[in-house]
């Protein structure tokens, strides 16, 4: 039940995100819609690097699926909602290429797993730095945004994170980081708030890639 709760915590985020902003609901349901799949990457992350008490015991829970959905939603909108800001539309936008730099993180990553390069988590991390670096550099408008919305998304992410955390202190026993030293601050681990930071800086400017955007 803790992941659920887990899960519940961050929907109380995502439908406030949703309530607020009515000009960004599709950008929200769209990236969340995306990023749903992204919880079958558990496969490569359990048992290593956590071992999450899922329903049946399964290695990718439901649970893993909706959280992806919902972290995905606020990555997306997080430092547009804190800027008040808005998107309009540019006049040059290649759709096959933006797709083909969207993409580039995952064979990294999963060239890392099976290769044992690094460990996965780490190999995470590099994934996304690479991903963002590719965005930022064919789309230097959203630099700023790639940062602050790193930045933003890491705080509400930890946030949300040592809340649960702390109201289910079992839960820390989840995280087995194999091969990383055992880092927490406020009962969560450190791991995770580094990659929250680096997912807002990637994700959070996929929609504006993806469907040639600007703010």
Known sequence: MEYIFA???????????????????????IM??????????DLLFVP????PITLFELPIGIEGIIFSFLIGGLAAVSYIEVSKKKLTKIKKFHRHFSVFVFVISLPILIGCYFLHILNIEIALYLALVIGAAVIV???????KSAFLGGLVFGLIYSFLLIVWMNLFPSSREWFLLSGLPRIFLFNAPIYEMVFAFLFG???????????????
């Open 137 to 143: 550099f064919v789309r230097k408008d959203l630099f």
């Open 48 to 51: 290593g690097y956590w071992k």
């Open 32 to 41: 969340s819609i995306l990023a749903a799949p992204l919880g079958l990457f």
């Open 7 to 29: 899960d519940l915590i961050i929907f109380i985020a995502w439908i406030g995100f949703y309530y607020l902003r009515k000009d960004l609901r599709k950008e929200i349901l």
């Open 201 to 215: 800086a990637y994700w959070g400017n996929i929609y504006e890639l993806l469907y040639g955007y600007k703010l």
